[in-house]
């Protein structure tokens, strides 16, 4: 079945460090992929977007993701984290353009001062 | 724009009782969703509407039904509340299939 594993339900880093939020998929078919956030008592918002232009696709606030097919990933990362990016980030994944779009069950990133 | 919006934002049904929630966009998509949120178990979508007029079943469709009238409405109702049907509900609504979606506020639903 085609899905979509995010590796970690909670994340803390210090701030100021590197951000690191792992999204595999299930199929080697290159798909849509997207990274969205969730801050508390709010909706999803987009941080980013693949679509097969390039592999690495660069989001809002200093996130970025970098597609592998090879490993079947789509990693989220930011250099240098900072307080107001505590949140819950969810990976999303659409096989074709008629398909459903399948989310991760979500990590929790916690920023420690 | 308001985007999307979504009424009421928090609710408190008793077992069997029905209510329903409302989704309204004003982006002129075509492409409208219900999820449900619960902890550990990211979003899971109940029901979608591929425009005006048509609905379909999503993963958790059991217990819901769904209404799309006009364009940029999207009704969710629940005929017979349970406890189980406890969670946040969020509408999202897109112009293409394959495009981002965008996300309401979200309306947090007790049934106790």
């Known amino acids: 079945a085609q899905s979509v594993t995010q590796l970690g339900s909670h994340v803390s880093v210090s701030e100021g460090a590197l951000v690191l939020l792992r999204c595999n998929y299930s199929s080697s078919v290159p798909p849509y992929l997207f990274w969205y956030v969730q801050y508390p008592n709010q909706g999803l918002q987009l941080l980013l977007k693949y679509t097969s232009a390039a592999t690495l696709v660069k989001g809002i606030n200093g996130f970025e993701a970098e597609f592998k097919k090879s490993e079947t990933s789509f990693h989220l990362t930011k250099p240098s984290a900072h307080m107001s990016d505590a949140a819950e980030y969810f990976c999303?994944?659409?096989?074709?353009?008629?398909?459903?779009?399948?989310f991760g069950s979500g990590t929790r990133l916690s920023i420690r001062p | 724009n308001a985007g999307v919006t979504q009424t009421p934002k928090f609710r408190v049904l008793k077992t069997g009782q029905s209510m329903t929630l409302l989704c309204a966009q004003d982006?002129?998509?075509?492409?409208m969703y219900w999820y449900r949120q619960d902890p550990g178990m990211g979003l899971r979508l109940i029901h979608y509407s591929v425009g005006e007029g048509t609905t379909a079943k999503g993963e958790v469709p059991d217990g819901y039904n769904v209404s799309r009238l006009k364009k940029q409405n999207f009704l969710l109702g629940l005929e017979s509340a349970a406890p189980s049907q406890t969670s946040v509900y969020f509408c999202?609504?897109?112009?293409?299939?394959?495009?981002?979606?965008?996300f309401g506020p979200g309306t947090r639903l007790t049934v106790l």
């Open positions: 999202a609504s897109t112009l293409a299939r394959s495009d981002a979606q965008y």
């Open positions: 982006m002129n998509h075509e492409y």
């Open positions: 999303a994944v659409q096989y074709s353009s008629a398909s459903k779009i399948i």
